[in-house]
């Protein structure tokens, strides 16, 4: 089944599981949470294994490649600046930034200088080795293209006041600035039935996202854009990762009850993420004074291709390496924060890769994602 894309503000409907953690009283619960970043693997292996949310990017090509025709263009000799926020290891913003120095190029011969940003403990060297050498590299074809990068959270500003033309984000802001608290229990939040637990993560949400924006709304020029896609939650809750997510939280509540992890360490792990509704991202848009959305739509059912892949060839050992491969891609470096031993946080992605295979459906996604075209105005 192909996903459903919907214009506007339009989304339509679509378990908690405490798993056999050692849990705590709430009262116990420490308020110095972690801090730990949402930085993927290293090394080229989130590049290898981030098939999803290159799928998803491609969802916000056509408005990325409309926002490029229509952005104000700078007086000779100042270069156009486009930004790209959150770029992690590079494979995922060649085709976004081409399109847009692609389709730039087609009005102006101005220079056109690209800064990827992404948190100081990225891996940038993956960025630059991929814009050198992979084919569809911006730098490869179109003259006059320059790349930079920031290693700075996208929270704050990162560039200079009215010096960004036109932004990409893709898959980026439900990683959260840090971690309001431990989930006992859950590596996320939204499987926790703690309303006081899942209001600090809503909250913590809900200021960075007006952060990010306060920040993009310094940095744009008036007339720049904004382009982001983002996963969401469903108006009701629904994430569409229940099952890989719960998934997660049994295998590493059976290494506490093993001992081979401790129920604190455990809590350490606790993911900085929170999935906003569309509604939370547009209206602090909204409501922003210099900034407004041009348009919106939200795409729903969007299957992992690996998930297509295994209904065509039924091959669940491949689809299970595949799918833990891709869990791991994204959360290893904060999983590692609770199993720092490297053959233990083997031990805990193979465990996941065994109840995979015997279940398939577990490892199903099915996410939201909300495309957003927003302008300073």
Known sequence: MSPTVRGGRSVVAGGIWEGNWILRDAAKVPTNAPSHEAVMSGHGFYNRHSVLQAAAAAYGLETLRAAAGEVPLPETPQPLVAADFGCSQGQNSLQPMGDAVAAVRDRTDAAVTVVHTDLPSNDFSEVFELLAHDARSYLRSHRDTYALAAGRSFYEEILPPGSVTLGWSSVTTHWLSTVPAPVPGHLAAQNSDDEGLRLLFADRAAADWQGFLSARAAELVPGGRLVMVEPCAHPDGHIGSEGLQQLMDQVLGEFVGSGRITSE?????????????????????????????????????????????????????????????????????????????????????????????????????????????????
């Open 265 to 377: 360490s455990a809590a350490a792990a606790t993911l900085p993420m929170w999935m906003r509704t569309p509604d939370e991202y547009l209206d602090p848009v909204e409501a922003h004074p210099d900034l407004e959305v041009r348009s919106s739509q939200v795409i729903e059912g969007l299957k992992s291709p690996l998930w297509a892949q295994f209904e065509t060839g039924g091959d669940g050992a491949a689809y299970a390496a595949a799918s833990i491969g891709a869990m791991r891609a994204w959360s290893e470096a904060m999983i590692a924060e609770a199993i720092p031993e490297p053959a233990t946080l083997d031990a805990y992605y193979e465990r996941c890769r065994v109840l995979g295979a015997e279940d398939p459906d577990r490892l199903h996604l099915e996410v939201f994602h909300i495309v957003m075209d927003i302008a300073r105005i």
